[in-house]
């Protein structure tokens, strides 16, 4: 019961994915075609939303629920950051989905997303045993 507030949370965002589209392969291979505006109409506004919200909590000095003040570390720039989002851009391309709707994929009654959730799994495993032995 404690949890309900989280699964009512995420059934609502992935009916918003559904609903925008977000989760279509089509409108993915779109994108990658430069063939439509939609998913990048989508992402830009994500981002504006981003931006906006981290400068009130930086510029209002916002707490969480437990009266912390949120702090936002700076992030440094290495080259892990480059090639790391060619291999998620690859696999986004090639698979038509991003690992975000995967599960609304899943939901909608995209069989194969369950491959798909599978490989995000390894590779975040992937990711964590080698770590230490990657450019950061």
């Known amino acids: 019961m404690k949890n309900l507030k ?6 609502l965002f992935g009916i918003i994915l559904t609903k925008s589209e977000v ?22 506004s994500a981002i504006v939303v ?3 919200s981290i ?18 570390a700076d992030k440094k720039y ?3 950051v480059w090639i790391g989002g060619t291999i998620f851009g690859l696999g986004w391309a090639l698979t038509g989905a991003c690992p ?5 994929q899943l939901g909608s009654g995209v069989a194969g997303a369950a491959v798909l959730i599978l490989a995000a799994l390894a590779g975040t495993w992937t990711y964590s045993a ?4 990657l450019p950061h």
């Open 78 to 80: 290495n080259h892990g």
């Open 23 to 44: 989760i279509s392969w089509f409108r993915i291979q779109e994108m990658f075609r430069f063939q439509s505006f939609h998913m990048y109409g989508i992402i830009g």
């Open 50 to 52: 981003g931006l906006i």
């Open 130 to 133: 080698l770590r230490e032995r």
């Open 6 to 11: 989280y699964l009512v949370l995420g059934v």
């Open 100 to 104: 975000g709707p995967l599960f609304a």
């Open 55 to 72: 400068q009130l909590i930086k510029r209002n000095h916002l707490k969480t629920i437990n009266g912390e003040e949120i702090k936002i």
